[in-house]
């Protein structure tokens, strides 16, 4: 699982595909394991062989959004958790600032067969009736409850693990209703595109500056933005705008002046 998406992502990079892709993709990586866990087939020989699936839409897959290494990490064990998966979308990849929760929040059962006879939906609907968990809550939950036909580790399912159908349909910030994996990405294409875009140029430019961002770095983003858009979104566009920077090739000395840094690092 760890190992799909750094695989996904250098493919990306190498090949100098689109950013977008790392949403919208129907390919990924898989090995023997990996494909079992998936349902795809013809499978890998062994562990150590990686196969690129050009159709992984067809198994489910496709892209950093269905990955089994994301679902996994953000379910608590044996139930999934649409509030930590939605948070996962709307913060990391859609750049979100989202407030911590309140203290002493009700923990739901750590088990889906201990929900009693309300579901994991309905027992979310009921909490977020509380007006001070409403506010966040909308912001990130229908994110997640897309998310319900993947089990806590990442697995296909029609149903969870008390035997009720799972439900992938959700009700979106502004009113757009949409359903799975396929409507979730068709709403960030439709509505939320450039959130990740200039999420993605922030968090990258942070991985090449080795810093926090300041001030004095918008104008660069903005930049970055629009190369971006006019290169059919092409990662190269990315780090030549980022490695041709005054940002990148430049150090800030204790004494406040510029000094020229050591390019052979590039």
């Not at 190269?236 to 490695?243: E, T």
Request: glycine share 8%.
């Amino acid at each position: 699982m760890f190992e799909e998406p750094v695989r996904f992502f250098v493919d990306v990079a190498q090949r100098d595909r689109s950013v977008l892709d790392l949403i919208y993709a129907k390919d990924t990586f898989v090995n023997a394991p990996l494909a079992q866990h998936y349902g795809i087939s013809p499978a890998p020989a062994d562990t150590n062989t990686w196969l690129h699936i050009e159709n992984a839409r067809a198994f489910g897959r496709g892209g950093m959004l269905p990955m089994a290494a994301f679902l996994t990490a953000n379910s608590p064990g044996l139930r999934t958790s649409p509030v930590k998966r939605g948070n996962w979308v709307v913060k990391r990849i859609l750049g979100e600032r989202i407030p911590p929760p309140l203290p002493a929040v009700p923990v739901l059962p750590s088990d889906e067969k201990n929900l009693g006879a309300l579901t994991l939906r309905e027992t979310l609907a009921r909490h977020r009736a509380d007006q001070a968990c409403a506010g966040c809550h909308a912001r990130f939950d229908s994110f997640g409850l897309v998310f319900e036909g993947y089990g806590p580790v990442g697995e296909r399912r029609e149903v969870d693990l008390g035997g009720r159908r799972v439900d992938t349909r959700a009700e979106f910030p502004g009113g757009v209703e949409a359903e799975g994996l396929d409507g979730l990405v068709q709403f960030i294409r439709e509505h939320r595109e450039n959130d990740f875009v200039d999420n993605f140029c922030r968090k990258l430019l942070i991985y090449a500056l080795g810093r926090t961002l300041i001030l004095g770095d918008e104008p660069l983003l903005r930049e970055m933005h629009a190369k971006l858009v006019a290169d059919n979104y092409r990662f190269s566009a990315l780090i030549n705008c980022i490695v041709t920077s005054p940002q990148f090739l430049n150090t800030r000395a204790q004494n406040g002046k510029d000094v020229a840094a050591d390019v052979r690092r590039l």
